[in-house]
């Protein structure tokens, strides 16, 4: 027998418990599934015609490992024109999704004893990547603050844990779909402009945001933030795996590196598909923003009338749901499964995503709006039966 068989960080995470639960719903017969991000749009038309084409010109070979410099350069002009941002193409890397940009992120920034601000509750990437790369996540419970982090429980944060490396950021959020507004972006990063920390800013669901304009803190904190994007949300590609890197040059020079030994490179045709995005996709979002819209207002709606209190749904495409009174006999995890098993419909547990979330449910309505209806009525019927 081996002696240290497994490194012992990777023994520490856990697979996904909101895969798992998808997967065991999916046994539940007629089970409507409200439970991953997973835009149920295509892939726009122009942009699979571009894949096509390459793959058609024999373009899959090595591509550069930041990505080609023509795709850098339309991708930094694509978020600094919607942004009001000021990136050069070559403080930008073409990553495999958001996922691998934040694996990439960490490994470059993150050594032994750092610690990583993590306000809560939000989607359990960031902390698993950061125990991986052996740093400890310290947790802020935002729940109390409409799930908005506040420059004051970020200083006290800061102040108790002197070994802070960064602070992680999502908005809009995924689980509860909060937003910032530029004044609180601001007067969090003067906070973090002080304490000299990394702000790990992921927007990868920027672009549906139903009111207001959104705001990148890299706008006021240029040299500390490191900013995550990608094209799963905004533009239905979820299986197409492209995000983006944008940061400062001494990030994007260290950070190459992790990228380069982690993945190579992008696939070479996909990276061209990434390129007809950005250079005419700038309203591909448009449509399904609008769509999203309608249907975040239908289940809000439908929720509030079955009794539950909501979030903010300023943008993504959640609804992050509190659990009424009359369940509290049942944790997170008992009331999901139970509404799976009667109800057959299938929502994650607040519980998934940390410390604020133990009474809440999150809901995608990444859902056609026939599956959102029928859902709601089942959960309508669910709440009146085990009421009487």
Not at 112 to 121: A, E, Q, R, Y
Not at 230 to 255: C, Q, Y
Not at 263 to 277: C, G, I, R
Request: proline share 5%; hydrophobic share 40%; with cysteine.
């Amino acid at each position: 027998m081996l002696a240290n068989k497994f490194n012992h960080q990777v023994e520490k995470i856990a697979v996904s418990d909101i895969r798992q639960f998808d997967q065991e719903a999916s046994q539940i017969e007629g089970i409507i599934k409200l439970t991953l991000g997973e835009p149920d749009f295509n892939t726009p038309e122009h942009i699979k015609q571009a894949a096509i084409t390459a793959i058609n010109d024999n373009q899959s070979h090595y591509a550069p490992n930041p990505g080609y410099m023509e795709l850098r350069q339309a991708a930094a002009d694509y978020y600094n024109q919607k942004f009001n941002l000021h990136y050069r193409a070559d403080q930008v890397v073409t990553t495999l999704g958001a996922t691998e940009g934040i694996a990439a992120a960490m490994q470059t920034i993150m050594n032994p004893g750092d610690k990583l601000l993590m306000p809560t509750p939000v989607f359990p990437i960031y902390a698993a990547s950061a125990s991986v790369n052996h740093a400890e996540t310290v947790m802020i419970d935002t729940s109390e603050d409409n799930f908005i982090l506040t420059p004051e429980k970020l200083q006290v944060a800061l102040d108790t844990n002197p070994e802070t490396k960064a602070l992680v950021l999502v908005y809009p959020s995924n689980p509860t779909g909060v937003t910032y507004s530029r004044e609180q972006l601001q007067a969090l990063a003067a906070v973090a402009k002080k304490a000299g920390i990394w702000v790990l800013c992921d927007e990868v669901y920027a672009e549906l945001l139903y009111q207001g304009q959104h705001y990148s803190m890299s706008e006021f904190l240029f040299d500390q933030v490191i900013l995550i994007t990608g094209l799963s949300k905004s533009h239905a590609m979820t299986g197409w795996r492209v995000g983006f890197l944008l940061g400062p040059d001494d990030f994007i020079n260290e950070v190459i590196k992790s990228h380069q030994y982690l993945v190579t490179a992008s696939p070479d045709n996909v990276l061209y598909a990434a390129l007809e995005a950005m250079q005419h996709g700038q309203n591909d979002s448009k449509a399904m923003l609008t769509e999203y819209q309608v249907r975040r207002d239908y289940v809000a709606q439908a929720l509030n009338e079955a009794g539950f209190e909501l979030a903010s749904p300023d943008g993504a495409f959640y609804i992050f749901a509190k659990i009424p009174a009359i369940f509290d006999d049942l944790d997170g995890w008992q009331f999901v499964r139970l509404l799976a098993r009667e109800a057959r419909v299938a929502l994650i547990p607040g519980l998934s995503f940390g410390p604020g979330g133990e009474r809440y449910v999150r809901l995608s309505y990444a859902a056609s709006m026939e599956n959102l209806q029928e859902a709601c009525r089942r959960i309508k019927e669910f709440v009146q039966n085990y009421q009487n």
